[in-house]
């Protein structure tokens, strides 16, 4: 099993430009969801899907579109790229109810934007 | 309210020796689950230990164990023998019975580095 795989692993974007961050799991995992990570602040959640076709936002979601078309993939879109949104991005994914609660998630290896 | 407080921004420990990490946590709801994770130079995100708000006992992983305090609202790691390649981030997370379980809510983690 390839885990939850994120591409790309960096990406450099101009003010305004958008662009997609991809996310893939093969663990059949219902939970999944978007985090960005900055120094001294943790990782903040951006939006989660607890299955295909349910999303819902998180504690910074704006900014940021997601959708989930299927159980494999979340893709995260920048719509139109600010400097603020210069960060490191991590996919993550985890079985579902009922077991959500002790179930661990799964980090992908995260992919570092820059914002220009 | 901050969910999840990590107060040391770094530890220093030598190698062969215990180390704790502390976190405190804010919650009204009786079912939760709180993780640890471990975070290398390298960027990706290990999980390393869990333990549910209804857990008789202190959870152990090998060399990490949980030290659960549910009166005072703590769960501090230990890691016992600390090796080189335990230099790194822990953050630890949360999830709550009262969202669903579906948001994990991180501290900001702490800097631990061992020393030969």
């Known amino acids: 099993n390839a885990g939850v795989t994120q591409t790309p692993k960096f990406q450099v974007l101009k003010t305004g430009q958008s662009m997609t961050l991809q996310c893939a799991q093969d663990m059949n995992h219902e939970y999944m969801s978007w985090y960005r990570q900055d120094p001294g602040m943790g990782l903040r959640l951006i939006h989660y899907?607890?299955?295909?076709?349910?999303?819902d936002q998180g504690e910074v979601p704006n900014g940021y579109n997601v959708s989930r078309s299927t159980t494999e993939d979340f893709p995260l879109r920048l719509l139109s790229a600010a400097p603020s949104q210069t960060s490191v991005y991590f996919c993550a994914s985890s079985r579902g109810r009922p077991s959500s609660y002790n179930s661990p998630l799964h980090f992908g290896n995260g992919t570092r934007l820059t914002v220009t | 309210a901050q969910k999840i407080t990590q107060t040391q921004p770094g530890m220093f420990v030598q190698e062969k020796e215990a180390v704790t990490l502390d976190c405190t946590y804010d919650?009204?709801?009786?079912?939760?689950?709180l993780f640890w994770y471990k975070q290398p130079s390298s960027g990706e995100m290990i999980f390393l230990i869990y333990?549910?708000?209804?857990?008789?006992q202190n959870a152990t992983e090998g060399r990490y164990s949980l030290n659960f305090q549910k009166a005072r609202k703590s769960a501090n790691l230990v890691i016992s023998a600390s090796q080189l390649g335990d230099s790194a981030m822990y953050f630890c997370?949360?999830?709550?019975?009262?969202?669903?379980?579906?948001?994990?809510?991180f501290g900001t983690g702490t800097r631990l580095l061992v020393s030969p």
């Open positions: 919650t009204s709801d009786p079912s939760y689950g």
């Open positions: 333990q549910g708000s209804y857990d008789q």
């Open positions: 997370a949360m999830r709550e019975g009262s969202t669903g379980f579906q948001k994990l809510v």
């Open positions: 899907s607890v299955g295909a076709g349910i999303t």
